[in-house]
């Protein structure tokens, strides 16, 4: 069974410009989630996807930051204009079900670099 | 709110020593706590995940923890430390529906 993908898996944009992450979650799961790393902090929560619904969007930090899930299948997370502060890692997970005990299952992440 | 802390950023240990990586929980309920695993260039692997039916965890490669309500506490431990279990380590709980809240991130390093 394939895990969950990202694409790209490195990104270096220049301030200003538009980039677009691409999640793909385990096959037959529901949930998706976005996570992000900023320059050795905390991994913090952005989003929570049921099926193409948002569930939870309370940890998207601005409105330059737009999620999508069209036929709760793949997700997108499009950030536009990208400023220097974005860079870092972004983390998509996926779990067949929601709860807290819910494990969730992790991407090997998109490393977005704005110079 | 759930919360977790773990205790020292960068811990390093000799190989064949044992692991100790702290980690203590905030929870107004009672809690669902993860230890979480990056390997170099890697994603999130799961180790192991506390859900109430037993208060020792026992996880992939080695690894255990122990959930101690009195100390609020959810050590991550291995006996004997590896060369490959270089990486960083993250203690997480679970808020609202599915929801997760990381810990800051334990770096562990393996001496010859």
């Known amino acids: 069974e394939a895990g969950v993908t990202q694409f790209p898996s490195h990104s270096v944009i220049e301030k200003g410009q538009t980039v677009t992450l691409r999640c793909d979650p385990i096959?037959?799961?529901?949930?998706l989630y976005w996570y992000r790393r900023v320059m050795g902090k905390e991994i913090k929560f952005l989003l929570h996807f049921v099926k193409e619904s948002k569930q939870d969007e309370s940890g998207m930090p601005n409105n330059r930051f737009l999620a999508e899930r069209t036929g709760g299948t793949y997700s997108t997370l499009k950030v536009q204009p990208a400023e220097l502060e974005d860079s870092g890692v972004y983390f998509c997970a996926s779990s067949p079900g929601q709860g807290r005990q819910e494990t969730q299952y992790f991407g090997p992440g998109t490393r977005l670099l704005v110079l | 709110a759930q919360s977790v802390t773990q205790l020292g950023s960068h811990v390093s240990v000799s190989e064949g020593a044992l692991v100790l990586l702290r980690c203590n929980y905030s929870?107004?309920?009672?809690?669902?706590l993860f230890w979480y695993v990056q390997y170099p260039n890697q994603g999130l692997q799961l180790l192991l995940k506390?859900?109430?039916?037993?208060?020792l965890v026992k996880g992939i490669n080695g690894f255990e923890a122990e959930f101690k309500k009195s100390e609020t506490s959810f050590h991550l431990t291995k006996p004997s430390a590896h060369m490959s279990d270089a990486a960083e380590y993250f203690c997480?709980?679970?808020?609202?529906?599915?929801?997760?809240?990381f810990g800051s991130g334990t770096r562990l390093s393996i001496r010859p």
């Open positions: 096959s037959g799961h529901d949930n």
């Open positions: 929870s107004s309920v009672p809690p669902y």
């Open positions: 506390y859900t109430s039916a037993a208060t």
């Open positions: 997480a709980v679970t808020r609202g529906a599915s929801k997760i809240i």
